[in-house]
């Protein structure tokens, strides 16, 4: 087996290098929607923030605090979906499949901060975004188990 | 010295792939244990996951935040042990001792998580796994700084 | 385009390792200062750990908040800059270029765990810190969609 390379003339890490940069600008994203939600309701976590912008020290406003969970969402899936899918890329899967996986998971985890902190939609859209990311994470990961165990 | 190489051939780096993956479902599982005191304790973080069960919206459940903590613990530790593994493996240290040291971590975290969200024991359960994970983590962090620095 | 080595004859790779794991030293103590602030106030978040120590369950004392938020947004930024200056590297840069940005941000972030946790300042000294920590990996990032996209 030829070891795996890690530069553009690998289609597979090319896939993983474009993916992963996408996913950590959504997780920034996150940063200003949660920065846009601190200043429209002029709610800060610490005082020097608050100094000087008429605002005050809020820790449970409900529309920052929905933000900041769409954002502790992304930190529990997408740095598990980045190991995983760098460990899967490794085992040499099928390029269309491995292109399908990545896309889904991308588009599942934008969705999930579209319907969590932009626009909250009733459920199931929060679950189904949330559950086609982990379901796509599961299943690479367990050929990750079964090529390298 | 020659490259480390990303495949199944390169038994240190099929270690690193097997932790890693048991070590995200580890994480995963956290989901199952927070879904199952939420639904047990019908208790939400959202209007919109609370709408049509009978439950409430509560950001301060005693039981629910202790499996959110064990999670958020999970997340200081596990990704910090997976970047620095993962440069250990690329050290070329003795695969018996890598061996030890990725169950030993795999362990400690897997006990973690019992004491701290399945089934509360008196410290110092908690302490000790938190420790044994974080002593691994730093053993192998010194190990990468005295081989690349 | 030949393959990214990873050895530490890759001077590249070697600047990585030694930052990655800096970062992840950087991360550890902020669990020291957590811990600090605990017991200088003897304020805990599980009613086991307080036992035996006269100390009581509060989850909002403001300064262990103020630590824990500390914690919190290096794990929305630290792992996000290991994944991207990872690829970075694989981009094969310029090393003057590469040691500047990396150590650029790796001083960002311990600045910015300083003025947070350690001896809070005025602002801007904790937004130019997280300014300088989130430019630095934008910049990477940009660089790595131009060349594996």
């Keep these: 087996m030829s070891s795996f390379s890690l530069s553009a003339d690998n289609p597979l890490f090319a896939l993983y290098a474009v993916h992963a940069t996408l996913l950590v600008f959504k997780m920034f994203l996150v940063v200003v929607l949660t920065a846009r939600q601190r200043f429209a309701k002029k709610v800060f976590a610490n005082p020097e923030d608050a100094k000087g912008r008429s605002a005050k020290v809020k820790l ?3 529309d920052v605090e929905r933000v900041r ?3 502790l969402n992304d930190l529990e899936n997408i740095p598990a979906f980045l ?3 760098f460990l899967y890329v490794a085992t040499n899967p099928n ?9 889904a ?5 934008i969705l999930h901060t579209f319907v969590y ?3 909250p939609l009733p459920q ?3 679950g189904l975004a949330f559950f086609v990311g982990l379901g ?3 299943y690479m990961a367990v050929q990750v188990l079964i090529h390298f165990w």
């Excluded at 390029?95 to 990545?102: G, I, K, N, W």
């Excluded at 998971?105 to 985890?109: Q, Y």
């Design 105 to 109: 998971f991308t588009a599942a985890r």
């Design 83 to 85: 190991f995983v899918s």
């Design 69 to 71: 969970r769409a954002h």
């Design 117 to 119: 902190a932009v626009k």
């Design 95 to 103: 390029l269309a499949l491995a292109t399908t996986l990545f896309r």
């Design 136 to 138: 796509t994470t599961i």
């Design 60 to 62: 449970d406003d409900p």
């Design 124 to 126: 199931p859209a929060r």
